[in-house]
């Protein structure tokens, strides 16, 4: 490629403008510009900047991550910021041209404007863009005289590299791609551990080399969404949002001695509840009576700590779910993503959005959408559920609205029991307003929730010294209305256990009893309450 000037404007080097993230034409033939970006380019002077200033610096790389053949390849990440600036500006100005690589022969097919490009032909697209600008680089460098080209290993990682800061998580995303990891820890912008899957936590290397850079990129992933983006500043110094791939971050910032995010990725996307008896994590006569509840159309409260897996055990409820049912669901950041299991046919996923102008008169910022207004909008998408998601507020009235309907409702809470759940949610209730008495909130809870199902969590320390981190089912209770002073009543169909699974209690409320029609088999229940069946 020549390097000889171009007498075009440089392009914008903000990665916002990407073709990622850009928006359509407001009309067929629209001319965007006269700038078009072709074969002969400027070469930038972000890059002859990095160079001369690596040159002169010479600070060795903060991160050395293992190659395929255990040795280790540095990366520099200062290097691969000025390669992202780069490439994000002949990216960007190539929404307004055309682009193509050096050669006719490396890519025939003719090219096509980034925006009318769906995601992946725009990855392709980036990596065509990212192969040519290493390349002039490694030409340029041997050239000079000021370095020696990259091995074949170093050209792919650095490019990696690149299309991970351009496209995807910078360098979070080989945490996010480690299938050991179940929970990131980024505290401050040195201090980065892993949690395991079994429960222990590794340090790894930084993911940033200042605050500063960090609040950044995290303003950069809260801003990228076109549809729902999300603010962060010190007026609002908290952050909530679903990464590509379904993993969940949660961030603040000046509000705490360092910017810290936690990253939980959700192993199981996908899954049953005869897998939860696969794992140890519930009895077969508790995945039994569950599965009938879901169907029967109950509604139903998991709680449990945090990081219990009330989530993965959500999914595994709604799969007892008839693929018929039309469903709907309401979350203020996406975790469910049932329209992914390919279970159901149709499946209308709304997700709540704080809004991102000016406060009006109803103190309300500008574009904000609750997960009430949703639910009201949702009665007339012909719904056969609704399912509302995690309850860790004024939410809890949504989730009312929604279990009152009787189309069988799911929602899960943090609660240390499952009579702390009813004491938790009452709580969020009250959260509404003085005009919220507890008795009225318990008056709601009593006669529409049916169902807890408390979750455990525990790390043991096994006999090789290893870890192990074990979540189980520890009771499951019937709730009914009650006396007056209490409010409500609680059958333990199953446990509670501080110490595993939760066995058939004996104690079975009449109510369940009408759940034989949906598939609850009792004589499994009672074979597990006499000691005739699952021993656990």
């Not at 280790?72 to 994000?88: Q, S």
């Not at 507020?393 to 309907?405: D, F, H, L, N």
Request: proline residues 6%; glycine residues 8%.
């Amino acid at each position: 490629m020549s390097s000889e000037p171009s007498t075009g404007p440089l392009p914008s080097t903000d990665p916002s403008a990407l073709p990622l993230f850009a928006a359509p034409p407001a009309r067929p033939g629209r001319v965007r510009g006269d700038f078009s970006l072709r074969a002969a380019v400027t070469r930038p002077a972000a890059l002859d900047e990095a160079r001369r200033r690596l040159a002169a610096v010479r600070r060795p790389p903060p991160t050395t991550p293992a190659t395929s053949d255990g040795s280790t390849t540095p990366i520099d990440w200062e290097l691969v910021r000025a390669f992202r600036t780069v490439v994000a500006g002949r990216l960007t100005a190539a929404l307004g041209g055309e682009w193509r690589p050096e050669s006719a022969e490396e890519n025939p097919v003719a090219p096509r404007r980034a925006v009318d490009m769906d995601r992946d032909e725009q990855e392709r697209y980036g990596w065509a863009v990212i192969h040519d600008v290493l390349k002039e680089h490694t030409a340029d460098v041997v050239k000079a005289g000021t370095g020696d080209a990259w091995t074949v290993a170093e050209q792919t990682q650095m490019a990696q590299a690149i299309f991970d800061a351009v496209f995807r998580l910078g360098r979070l995303q080989p945490l996010i791609d480690d299938d050991r990891a179940e929970n990131i820890f980024i505290l401050g912008h040195d201090r980065v551990l892993l949690q395991l899957v079994d429960g222990s936590r590794i340090r790894v290397d930084p993911v940033a080399d200042s605050g500063d850079e960090l609040i950044d990129f995290l303003r950069f992933l809260a801003n990228r969404s076109e549809s729902n983006p999300r603010p962060f500043s010190e007026s609002t110094p908290r952050l909530h949002l679903k990464l590509d791939g379904g993993a969940r971050l949660a961030a603040t910032a000046w509000v705490t001695s360092s910017p810290t995010v936690v990253v939980r990725r959700h192993r199981h996307k996908v899954d049953t509840l005869s897998a939860w008896v696969d794992r140890g994590c519930m009895s077969p006569a508790c995945a039994d009576f569950l599965a009938a509840a879901v169907r029967g159309k109950w509604s139903i409260v998991v709680a449990g700590p945090m990081s219990a897996g009330k989530t993965t055990l959500m999914r595994a409820l709604c799969a007892e779910i008839p693929r018929e049912e039309v469903l709907g669901t309401f979350e203020t950041e996406y975790e469910l993503f049932l329209h992914e299991t390919g279970r159901h046919d149709i499946v209308v996923d709304w997700e709540a959005r704080p809004g991102m102008g000016e406060i009006g008169a109803d103190g309300r910022a500008a574009g904000a959408f609750d997960l009430d207004e949703a639910l009201n909008d949702s009665y007339r998408f012909a719904l056969d559920r609704q399912i509302v998601g995690e309850i860790r507020g004024r939410e809890v009235w949504t989730m009312i609205k929604a279990m009152e309907s009787g189309t069988g409702s799911l929602s899960t809470t943090h609660a240390a029991s499952a009579e702390a759940a009813i004491r938790k949610l009452v709580t969020c209730a009250m959260e509404a307003g003085g005009h919220v008495t507890r008795e009225l909130a318990l008056e709601k809870l009593a006669g529409c929730l049916e169902v807890i199902v408390q979750l455990n969590r525990r790390v043991v320390l096994m006999p090789d010294g290893s870890q192990q981190l074990q979540r189980w089912v520890s009771e499951v209770v019937v709730v009914e209305p009650g006396e007056r002073e209490k409010g409500y009543a609680l059958t333990h169909l199953f446990g509670p256990s501080g110490t595993g699974p939760a066995r058939a209690s004996g104690l079975m409320s009449e109510r369940c009893k009408d759940l034989t029609v949906d598939g609850f088999d009792l004589d499994l229940y009672q074979a597990e309450a006499d000691g005739r069946g699952w021993q656990g």
